[in-house]
């Protein structure tokens, strides 16, 4: 450190992952004679002057992911058998104490009892304008998972909103589709 220059020092460290949620660190620098400080040159002790500190507090804090239908999603709407595209829900997203990377989407078909997989091509995912993956519902399964094609970046304390359509199964003769299911 130059003569008479003021050097600030950053302590940085990564947290155990076995570290409780609530724990608390901090690091900090006692008063003198904490530290020793001697001359580059002349190799003489240097009287130094310490201000004593305890640090910044760092509590661990878990994090954690709610899912909530966005206001934007529709509530209720007609839609053609054959139809592609057809926006079922907008969900929003919001991560906490954190950013998470959601890699992967489980989808539940509801009201079984007048709605049927096979009433469904095909789900995609949606995040703006960019098709981030899809899902099938297979044989009487009401539940499928949509792994992405692209992780979907949820931004610490922000909502993010996913859209969810769907691709209706045709009505008809030997049509896998059922009239006024969904």
């Given amino acids: 450190i130059a003569k008479g220059a003021v050097k600030t020092i950053t302590l940085k460290c990564n947290v155990s992952s076995s570290a409780a949620n609530g724990n608390s660190f901090n690091w900090g620098i006692q008063a003198s004679p904490s530290i020793a400080v001697t ?5 003489n002790d240097v009287t130094e ?3 004593p500190s305890v640090g910044q507090v760092m509590t661990v804090a ?3 992911l709610v899912v909530s239908t966005d206001t934007s999603s529709p509530s209720y709407a007609l839609a053609a058998a054959g139809s592609t595209g057809n926006t079922a829900g907008v969900f929003k997203f919001r991560a906490s104490n954190e950013g998470v990377n959601l890699s992967r989407l489980a989808l539940k078909l509801t ?3 007048s709605s049927s997989p096979s009433d469904l091509v095909q789900v995609s995912v949606w995040d703006g304008g960019t ?3 899809t899902a099938v519902f297979t044989g009487g399964n009401t539940v499928a998972t ?4 692209t992780v979907v970046a949820l931004p610490k304390d ?5 859209t969810v359509k769907i691709d209706l199964a ?3 003769t030997s049509q896998p589709g059922t009239q006024g299911a969904l």
Wanted: proline share 0%; hydrophobic share 40%.
């Fill in 131 to 133: 098709q981030v993956g």
């Fill in 39 to 43: 001359g580059v040159t002349s190799s």
């Fill in 170 to 172: 045709q009505v008809g």
């Fill in 158 to 162: 922000a909502d993010k909103t996913l």
């Fill in 146 to 149: 949509s792994t992405f094609n």
């Fill in 49 to 51: 002057t310490v201000s």
């Fill in 111 to 113: 009201n079984a009892a």
């Fill in 62 to 64: 878990a994090g954690a």
